[in-house]
Each structure stands twice: as C-alpha cells, then as structure tokens.
C-alpha cells in the first residue's frame, strides 16, 4: 500500500515522485526501464527561451531539475543578452550520460520512494475515486493517489518513411493498454506526434565548414544555490551549419516517402508547431534560401553529435543524402536514424488547476499525457502535481500558481482553459506579465512557497532571507543618497549627462547609459552582484513594472469572482451560443479563467459578472 503512485520515469515523473517522498509520503514511481529514468530521448539540452526560466522557478520551489542540470553541463549560455530582461533565459548542454545518473542517484537515495520496473495496464477506480493501479503481469498495487506520467510511451509508434512500429523511443515497449482502458473511463483521447533527426558520428564531421559556438565565459547556474560543478574554460563547444539548395532539392523529391508526407496514410496525430521537421521547414517557408542548423554535443562518454533542427521522418537512404548535402558533414556517418513518434494524450481541459482529474477523484497527471512538449514543462507539471498529491493527502488547501508569479502558473492555466492543438511549448510571448516573470527573481517569487512546503531547507531559506535583506538594504541606499552638481566631474567621465540640481542615486540608475557599478563608489556598504543587478533592473524598467502591476491587481478582482463548478450556464439567455458551448466544456474557476477563453467576448463576461453579483 502506498500513498502515491507515480506512472512514468521521465522528468515529470522524476519531479513528482521526488516531491510527494520529501513532503513525506511513501511514493512508488513505476517505471518501463529504470535505464531510461531521467532520459533525454531527443535534445541534449536543458533550458531554452522561457523554458530555462522554468528551470529556475523549478528550483525556487525545491525541485531537483536545475541542480542536477548543473551538474551535468557540456555547455552553458544565457540566451538573448542583447535583448530586453524579460526574455533573456539560461541554456545548457547537458550529458545525456551524467544528468540521468544524477537524478537516478537522487531518486535512490530519497526516503520514502520506492522504484520499480514494470508496466501499468490500467489504474483502478471505486465510486469514482483512485484505489491503485493493475500492472500488465496481473500485479494489484494500492494507493491513495494515482499520478501519470506517462510521456511519449502512451500507444506509442515509431515512423520512419513508410514504416510504422509499435514501440517507444529506443525501440522498448511502449503502454499498450492504459490509453484505451483510460478511455473507457470517460477520458478525452488525443493523437499527437513529434520527431528527433538523426546523430552522426563526431569523428566523421569536418568542422573546418562550420561556425563554433562557445558557452558564456562566466559562471552560470540554473540552480539558486550557484554551486558550479564544471570548468568554464573547457565547455564542449556546438557547431552551426545550414541546410543547401540540393538538401531542399532532396527533400521537395522524395516529400511522398516522408512519414508525413504520404508514406503512411494512417497519421492522426498532429505535429509540434514550434519545433517543425526539416521537411515541414522547407514546405511552409519555401522562400528561404536556407535553414540554420546546430551540431550540439550529446555526451563526454560517447560520440554522437546531436544534429539539432533536422528531425525527420524519411526512410534511411533518403536520410543518408540530406545529411550529406549538409556542409562539414559530406562524409558524416550515421549512428542512428531520424524518426516520428505518434502516441496518446488526453484532453487537459479536464483538469483541475491543481491537475487533478475532473473525472476521477485522487488521479493527477503531468508532462506530455497533458500535451505538452519539452522537458522542462513537464518537470514543472511533475512538480505540481506531486506538490498538490501530498498537499492532499494532508488535507490542504492545493498550490495554485498564478499567471502573474510564474512560467508554470502560465503554462497550467494555458493547458487548462485554452486546451491544445498540437504539443504545447513554452514561449515568452505566451506570458502577458513576462517583465514580472524574468529568470534572474524566480527565486524571489517563489521561494516563500517551497519553504512552506518543506522542500527548501532552512539553511537554504536563510540564505534567501539575507538576500532579500540586502536587496531591501541597498534599495534604501540608493533611494536616500543623493548626488548634487558637486559629482558633474564623475558624470562626465562616465559620459552622462551633468546635474543642475540633486538626484538620488536610483533616479540617477534610470539613465540607460549609466550601470550600476558605476554609482557602488557612492553606497555605504558593498553588494554582490545578484543584489546589484535586482536594484539596476528594478530601476531601468520601473514605469514597465509599474504598469504591469496595476494590469496584474485588476486581473486579480477577476481572478477572485468564484464561479461555482456546477453553473448553469444554459439559464443565461443573453450568453451567446459559442459563449455557453466553451464555458460548458472548460468549466472555468474564476471570471478571471473565464475571461481567458477563446470565444467568450467582453459582453459575455459582463452579463456572467452581473448575474454572479446578483
């Protein structure tokens, strides 16, 4: 008998098993293959735009993603420096080797958590409330909390050209029996696919043809606890190379033997939008001359060399031509083949914010079951739902991240309210609040609530709290001194404009041209650089900050106007039909939910407003 089940080894399911276990909990994670715990099956990377800022608040909340990332970097840069705060986001190569031995470790090494090897066939259902879950040898395993995380391995198949076969990345079994069987349940069922392009042997590249990319020459950690586990001057270089007229001449020829493109007749799930195949790059932007491609390590253990922005499902000797059309890799030897992979997922608007399951009571689940892609958004998810189990189980309230104080909130509410097409990935521009929500104060959003849960220690906390501290420390020292036309000499040689009357030290900040170590030679105590930058950007950006946090209080009235579960929309006859239709099928919280689906109108939203005053 356990408290809570865990279905699926992969990052969700890592963070979720890890999370029920520390709050306490006798968890069991279920997994295919410990082997394959904490795999990376396609990219070798973690973080990215916006997703590197999940990282952060993953570890802000107590979760392990980040630290074992840092643990296991190749390479590491801060993405879009050039750019605005809010969309500047860490980026790491990671070992595919090292960071899935890492969190294994980890895993083995928790109190409370249990592994175990096998498949689940179906979960087990009393009075419409979880009891556990049957394995497909016939083993029965009780639990209080069911959550499934499941992946890509849900009816999954493998598809490289005219070929299709049932199995899950590396060719293991995939979950043959729970989709259908959670089907029968009531469950929405979605057919969704993505792809991986092929690795080439390193040893079999010229390199000569190709740009290299360093990571940042300073330190960098995913993790607030900034402890650096590798030596910035020797990180694994990436390579940049470009597709060519004769690969796009190779894939317009042979479309029609593309898994995609005519190979099967029999693909239903629909594709990711943002991470296309090579193929579906050449078809929708046909003008361009070319496409950028990256040669990314993916281990110091081994030699395969991830070929990142070609994912394809051709057959095997058309894959041998587009690879060799490709600069530096006209000799280049494959070491394994490109494919698709086509697998189940459910309807995530029948589920609750704390990603329980609207239709079974004490069943949650996470990552890409919910149709998301990428593995930071399902840690994110994992950690919730673990977070929310426990929180459960001990008969409280659940942890609901807002929109307004997080990636993960965004992503969830998005999941949601909004549902998705095709595999759901992060991005900046999905965050209306992104100058609230910036890599560099994950931590200072969120870190009140990991303590409260347990999951941060308190030497931990402390040291936030210093932080903080200081953070307020310096704001006064910068607001309360003040610079008078004595200083014009000093703003001169910073090349500033001089001063004909006093001006504090933070309205001086405001100048774009000055930086924040410029003025330290005037402040009474001394600063790290973390402190540093929270003044220079709380400075910089203050109208921004503002403005977004007079959008955020009127959202927050919306978001506190209840909507009872059971509404009868259909008794509001000035409601629009499409209106009635969506809300129905969402079933939101709040007006301020409500408020965020496609096909409500403002006028909808003031008729539901005034009846729920009324």
Known sequence: MYEIIVVGGGHAGCEASLAGARMGHKTLLITGNIDN???????????????????????????????????????IKMLNRAKGPAVRSLRAQADKITYPKNMLKTLRSTSNLDIKEALVKDILVKDGKITGVLLEDGTVIDS????????????ADIMIGSTRHREGPHGERPSNYLSDNLAKKGFKIRRLKTGTPPRILRSSIDFSKTKPEYGDNERLTFSFENN??????????????YTTKKTHEIINKNLSKSSMYGGLDDIKGVGPRYCPSIEDKVVRFNDKERHQLFLEPE????????????STSMPTDVQEEMVHSLPGLENAKIL?????????????????????????ENLYTAGQING????EEAAGQGLVAGINASLKLDGKEPLILKRSESYIGVLIDDLITKGIRDPYRLLTSRAEYRLLLRSDNADLRLTDYGYKLGLISDKRYELFLEKKKNIEKCMKEFNDIRITPK??????????EVLTSGISLYELLKRPEIGVQSLTKYL????????????????????????????VHKMEKAENTRIPLDFDYDSLHNLASEAKQKLKEVRPDTIGQAMRISGVNPADISILTMYLKG
């Open 228 to 241: 650096i586990y590798y030596d910035v001057n020797k990180q694994e270089p990436c390579f940049l190379t």
């Open 372 to 375: 998301t892609s990428g593995y």
């Open 336 to 360: 394994k083949y490109a494919y698709a992979i086509e697998y189940d997922a459910i309807d995530s608007r029948d589920l609750k914010f704390s990603l329980e399951s609207k239709l079974i």
């Open 37 to 75: 715990i904490a795999d990376m099956p396609c990219n070798p990377s973690i973080g990215g735009s916006a997703k590197g800022i999940v990282v952060r608040e993953i570890d802000a909340l107590g979760g392990e993603m980040g630290r074992c990332a840092d643990k296991s970097l190749l390479q």
């Open 144 to 155: 209080s909390i069911v959550i499934l995380t499941t992946g890509t391995y849900l009816n």
């Open 524 to 551: 009474t105590n001394s600063y790290d650089n973390e402190v540093l930058e929270q003044i220079s950007l709380s400075a910089k950006y203050d109208g921004y900050i503002k403005k977004a946090m007079v959008e």
């Open 299 to 310: 281990s110091l253990f081994y030699d395969d060399i991830y070929l990142q922005g070609f």
């Open 487 to 496: 200083e014009n000499e000093y703003l001169k040689e910073i090349k500033t």
